[in-house]
C-alpha cells in the first residue's frame, strides 16, 4: 500500500533520511521506532507530502506521491498525525472533528463517523463544544486521531502517539490503532516508546542516524541482541 | 455635545480603520504576510471609480469590486505564492515591492496630479439631532462597516471555507494535513481582503471627492499600526485595533493644543510605538510569532 | 599580511575601495551628467552601508534609517545655512541663526548629536522582539517625516530649505563611501558584530549562551545610524536643497532594495547592489528623458524606472531570495566564501 525507495531527505545541510527503504502493506500494523533524532518524523513528513525527497520516491497505491500536495493525499487516502499532534487549540473539539471531514462531502455519512469517533472516545462527547486547547495531552490525542479517522483514511501514519502520555492513556491509543486496523485502516506508527510500539505492529523497522538497521516480524526482533544495537547504535564493538 | 460630536467622528474613523486593518490582518494571519500593497487595492478601487466615472452606482461598485479582488488575486499569484515559505520580512519587503510597482504603473497610466471624482455626493451633506451634525457619508460608513463585519463573522464562524480558514490561520501545515487545500484558502483571503479594501476606497473618494496614485500609503500605514495594536494574526483583534485607533486619532484631533494638531499622526505612532513596549504582541494573542509544523 | 581570517572584513574594504577609486578616476573624466550620477550613486552607497551595518548583521529590518538622513541633514542644513537665509526661512533662537559653520566642522558635529539621538530612541527599541521592531522603525520614519514637514521654525515645515552650501562633489562622495566602507569593515572585525552574527542564525539560542542580543543590536543600530547620517547630510549638500519628502517612503524603498538585492548579508552584496540599481535607474532615466531614432524623439513616461526596479526587486527575492551574492565577500585569498564581484550568479 506505502512503498518507500531509497529515501533520502536533507534540510539545507542536515541529513535526515539516507536511502531508507519501506513496505506497508495493506491491513498490517507497521512500526518504525528509533531513538531521537533517527529521522522517524521526517519520514512520515515525507510520506504525507509536507517535506519533499532530495532522491529516491514515496508510492501510495502504487502511485507516486512526489507531484501531490498534502491536502491532495488526505483525499486519496492517506492521514498523518503528527507529532505534538497539533490540534487547532482555539477552535472548538465539534470544529476540529468538521475540520477532518474537510475532503467529504457525504453529510450523513460524516455525522455517523462523528458519532463513531465519540463511542470510540466519550470523554471528546463530554467537551464537543469546549475549545479544545483546554484539553488534556490524552484527550487532544484523542482528538487529533478522531479528526484523522474523519477523512476516512486507508492508511493513517501517527508520529509518536504516546508521546507524553500517561500509561493508562497510552493504553486507551493503542486499544484504539489495534480497533482502527480491525475496521480496515492500515497504519504506520512511529515511537520513541520500542516496546509499546513492538506489542502492537505487526512488522518493526528500526531507524537510526536516518537509516534502517534492522526489519522484521516484532515478535521475531524483540529483545534480541541484533535489535538492542540497531536500535542503541552499538554496532560490531563500534560505538555509534 | 461636543464629546458626543467626537465620539461619532471616533467611531466612524475607527470603523474605515478597522476595514483596512481587516483586510491586512486576514492576509497575515493565514500567510504570517504584511501586505503594505493593500493600500494599492485601495487605490485601484479608487481609480476604478474615476476611470468608470458616470455609470450608475451599481456598475460602479460591481466594477470596483471586481477589479481589486482581481489585482489582490494577481498580487499573490505572481508575487506571493513563489515566496509563501519565505519568512515575515522577507514578505514584507516584497509586499512593498508590489505596491511600488502598482503605484507607479498607475502614475504611468495616470499621472501625478490628484484628480477629482464625483461619487456618493449626496452623502455629504449632514443630518441634524437637536444640535448634532452628522454627515449621512458617516452614518453610511457605520452601517456598512457593521453589517460587513456582521457578515465576516458569520463566515467564519458558520461556513466550511470560514472554518477552514480559521484552521489555516492557527496552523498553516496542519491545515493542509487534514485536508485544507492552501492555494483555495489563500485566494479567498486575498479575494475578501481585496473586496475590505474596495470599501476603503470607497470611504476615501466620497470623503475627498479625489484619487491620486498615493492615496492609500496612509490608510495603509494606520492599517499596520491597527492590526498590530489588535494582534497581528487575530481577526477579531484587527477590526478591535482599527476602532481603538480612530478613536485614539480623533480624541488627538479633539482635544491636543492647536500648535500641537498637525503632529497628530506623530503623536498616533508615538503612542504605538510605546504600546509595542506594554503589549508587544497586541491586544489579542494569537500564535502568529511563534513557529509552524 | 592579512591572513588572519578574522580580519577579511578589513580585505574586503581594501578592495571595495580600490574599484570605488576607480570608479571616481574614471568618473572625473567623464561629462558632468555622469559624474553627477556617480557621486548620487556613492550618497547611496554609504547610506546603504550604514543601513548593512544594522540589518545586514542583525537579521533584522529597518525601515525607519531614511529618518536619521533626514536628522542628519535638517542638523547640517541649520548649521551650515547662511545666516540672512535662516531668517527669512526659518525662526530660530538668535545664537542658531547667527550660527554659521564650515561644512567639515558641521559634519563633525552632526554624525555624533545623531549617534547619540540613536542611542536615545534605538535603547527602547532594541528590546522590541519578531516583527514589533521593525514595526517600530517604522513608526519612527512617521514620526520624523510628520515633524519635518510641520516644524516650520527649524525645518521650514512643507517648504523646502534652499541654498545650502553644496560641497558633495565627486571626491567628497568618495571619501564619505570609502569611510564609511571601512566603518563598516571595521565594526565586522569586533567582537560585537560577530555576537549580533550569531543571534542573527538564531536568536533564542544566541541569547541562551549568553549573548545579550539587545545590547548587540544596540551597538550595531547606532553605528549605523551614524553613517546614514553622514550619507543624508552629504545628500543635501548635493542637491543643495532639502525637504521633507525626500526622506520618506520612496527612499526607503530604494535603499532596501539596494541592499536586499546584492545580498544583505554581505559589505559587497551592498556594494553590488547600489551599482546594479544605480545602473538600472541611470537607463531608465535616459530612456525617460527621451533619445533621438532619426528625427523622431522616442520617450519613456515617467514611472518606468521605479517599476522596472521593484520587478527587478521582486526577481530577485523569489528567484535568489539571499541577494545576487549570498554573504559572499570579496577578498585577496580566495576562500569557500570569496567571490568576485563582477560575475555574480544568477
Excluded at chain 2, 439631532?129 to 452601517?143: E, K, W
Excluded at chain 2, 471627492?209 to 500609503?217: I, P, Q, T
Excluded at chain 3, 545664537?95 to 554659521?100: G, R
Aim: proline share 4%.
Amino acid at each position: 500500500m506505502l512503498t518507500i525507495d531509497n529515501l533520502h531527505v536533507t534540510y539545507g545541510n542536515v541529513v535526515a533520511l539516507r536511502g531508507v527503504s519501506l513496505e506497508v502493506g495493506e491491513g498490517e500494523i507497521v512500526a518504525v521506532i528509533g531513538p531521537n533524532g533517527a529521522g522517524k518524523s521526517t519520514l512520515l513528513l515525507t510520506a504525507a507530502g509536507l517535506v519533499r525527497p532530495r532522491t529516491g520516491s514515496v508510492a501510495f497505491d502504487g502511485r507516486s506521491v512526489a507531484s501531490l500536495q498534502p491536502e491532495a493525499l488526505v483525499a486519496s487516502g492517506l492521514s498523518l498525525v503528527p507529532e505534538g499532534r497539533h490540534i487547532f487549540g482555539s477552535l472548538s473539539v465539534a470544529e476540529n472533528l468538521a475540520l477532518g471531514a474537510t475532503v467529504r462531502h457525504d453529510r450523513a455519512e460524516i455525522a455517523r463517523d462523528v458519532e463513531r469517533v465519540l463511542t470510540m472516545f466519550p470523554v471528546l462527547r463530554d467537551r464537543y463544544r469546549q475549545r479544545s486547547g483546554k484539553l488534556s495531552g490524552g484527550e487532544q490525542q484523542m482528538l487529533a486521531i478522531g479528526r484523522a479517522m474523519l477523512a476516512r483514511p486507508r492508511l493513517l501514519l501517527l508520529d509518536e502517539p504516546s508521546l507524553g502520555l500517561a500509561p493508562l492513556v497510552v493504553e486507551q491509543v493503542y486499544a484504539a490503532i489495534q480497533e482502527l486496523r480491525r475496521s480496515g485502516v492500515t497504519v504506520l506508527v512511529v515511537e520513541q516508546n520500542a516496546s509499546r510500539a513492538l506489542a502492537a505492529a505487526d512488522r518493526t523497522y528500526v531507524l537510526n542516524t536516518g537509516v534502517v538497521r534492522l526489519t522484521g516480524r516484532s515478535d521475531d526482533i524483540r529483545g534480541t541482541p541484533a535489535f538492542e544495537a540497531a536500535y542503541f547504535g552499538v554496532q560490531a564493538g563500534a560505538a555509534g | 455635545m461636543e464629546f458626543l460630536q467626537n465620539a461619532i467622528d471616533a467611531i466612524s474613523l475607527g470603523a474605515v480603520y478597522a476595514l483596512a486593518a481587516l483586510g491586512i490582518g486576514l492576509i497575515f494571519s493565514i500567510m504570517r504576510l504584511i501586505n503594505f500593497a493593500h493600500g494599492e487595492l485601495i487605490m485601484a478601487g479608487g481609480f476604478t471609480l474615476y476611470t468608470l466615472a458616470g455609470q450608475p452606482l451599481l456598475v460602479l461598485i460591481l466594477a470596483a469590486l471586481i477589479v481589486t479582488a482581481i489585482l489582490a488575486l494577481g498580487m499573490e499569484r505572481i508575487a506571493f505564492r513563489p515566496l509563501r515559505k519565505a519568512n515575515p520580512a522577507t514578505l514584507l519587503i516584497a509586499s512593498f515591492a508590489v505596491s511600488y510597482l502598482v503605484q507607479h504603473t498607475v502614475l504611468l497610466l495616470y499621472g501625478s496630479r490628484a484628480m477629482g471624482v464625483p461619487f456618493l455626493a449626496d452623502l455629504s451633506t449632514s443630518l441634524e439631532f437637536g444640535g448634532l451634525r452628522v454627515p449621512r457619508l458617516q452614518l453610511v460608513t457605520i452601517g456598512v462597516t457593521l453589517l460587513l463585519m456582521g457578515g465576516l463573522f458569520a463566515f467564519f464562524r458558520y461556513s466550511r471555507t470560514g472554518l477552514q480558514m480559521r484552521a489555516a490561520a492557527e496552523d498553516f501545515n496542519m491545515a493542509r494535513l487534514v485536508g485544507v487545500r492552501a492555494n483555495r484558502v489563500i485566494a479567498f483571503a486575498f479575494a475578501i481582503s481585496g473586496g475590505l479594501a474596495c470599501m476603503v476606497s470607497f470611504y476615501l473618494v466620497a470623503q475627498t471627492g479625489s484619487v491620486s496614485y498615493k492615496m492609500g500609503v496612509s490608510m495603509v500605514l494606520i492599517a499596520f499600526v491597527s492590526s498590530v495594536v489588535g494582534g497581528m494574526g487575530s481577526i477579531v483583534g484587527a477590526a478591535l485595533g482599527g476602532f481603538l485607533v480612530g478613536i485614539i486619532s480623533v480624541s488627538l484631533q479633539a482635544y491636543l493644543p492647536v500648535d500641537l494638531r498637525p503632529y497628530r499622526d506623530a503623536f498616533v505612532f508615538l503612542i504605538f510605538i510605546l504600546f509595542l513596549f506594554w503589549k508587544p504582541e497586541g491586544l489579542m494573542k494569537t500564535r502568529a510569532d511563534r513557529e509552524r509544523v | 599580511m592579512l591572513a588572519n581570517p578574522a580580519l577579511r572584513p578589513l580585505q574586503t574594504a581594501a578592495i571595495l575601495i580600490l574599484v570605488l577609486l576607480g570608479v571616481a578616476l574614471m568618473a572625473a573624466l567623464a561629462p558632468p551628467a555622469m559624474q553627477r550620477t556617480v557621486v548620487e550613486a556613492m550618497i547611496k552607497l554609504t547610506v546603504v552601508v550604514g543601513l548593512f551595518v544594522f540589518v545586514g548583521n542583525s537579521g533584522v529590518f529597518s525601515f525607519g534609517h531614511v529618518a536619521f538622513m533626514a536628522v542628519g541633514g535638517y542638523m547640517s542644513a541649520v548649521l551650515t545655512l547662511a545666516p540672512a537665509r535662516k531668517e527669512t526661512l526659518l525662526d530660530l533662537p538668535g545664537f542658531l541663526e547667527a550660527l554659521q559653520l564650515p561644512w567639515p566642522v558641521a559634519m563633525i558635529v552632526v554624525v555624533p548629536a545623531v549617534g547619540l539621538i540613536a542611542l536615545a530612541v534605538g535603547w527602547p527599541i532594541c528590546r522590541l522582539r519578531g516583527i514589533a521592531l521593525p514595526m517600530a522603525t517604522f513608526a519612527i520614519l512617521i514620526i520624523t517625516f510628520v515633524v519635518a514637514s510641520n516644524w516650520k521654525e527649524v525645518t521650514g515645515g512643507r517648504q523646502a530649505l534652499v541654498g545650502l552650501p553644496r560641497y558633495t562633489g565627486l571626491w567628497v562622495a568618495f571619501g564619505g563611501a570609502a569611510l564609511a566602507i571601512l566603518a563598516a569593515a571595521i565594526y565586522g572585525v569586533t567582537r560585537h558584530s560577530l555576537l549580533l552574527r550569531c543571534s542573527r542564525e538564531n536568536e533564542v539560542a544566541a541569547a541562551a549562551t549568553g549573548i545579550d542580543v539587545e545590547r548587540e543590536r544596540l551597538i550595531a543600530f547606532v553605528i549605523s545610524a551614524m553613517i546614514v547620517a553622514a550619507g543624508g547630510v552629504l545628500f543635501s549638500h548635493f542637491i543643495g536643497t532639502i525637504t521633507a519628502n525626500t526622506f520618506y517612503l520612496d527612499l526607503t524603498f530604494v535603499t532596501l532594495t539596494m541592499l536586499v538585492a546584492g545580498g544583505m548579508r554581505s559589505l559587497t552584496g551592498a556594494f553590488v547592489g547600489v551599482a546594479l540599481v544605480s545602473i538600472v535607474s541611470e537607463l531608465f532615466r535616459t530612456v525617460e528623458r527621451g533619445f533621438s531614432v532619426g528625427n523622431v524623439t522616442i520617450a519613456a513616461p515617467p514611472g518606468l524606472q521605479e517599476i522596472a526596479l521593484a520587478a527587478i526587486l521582486l526577481a530577485i527575492l523569489i528567484l535568489r531570495p539571499s541577494g545576487l551574492l549570498g554573504d559572499h565577500e570579496v577578498a585577496f585569498t580566495s576562500s569557500s566564501s570569496g567571490s568576485s564581484p563582477a560575475k555574480p550568479e544568477g
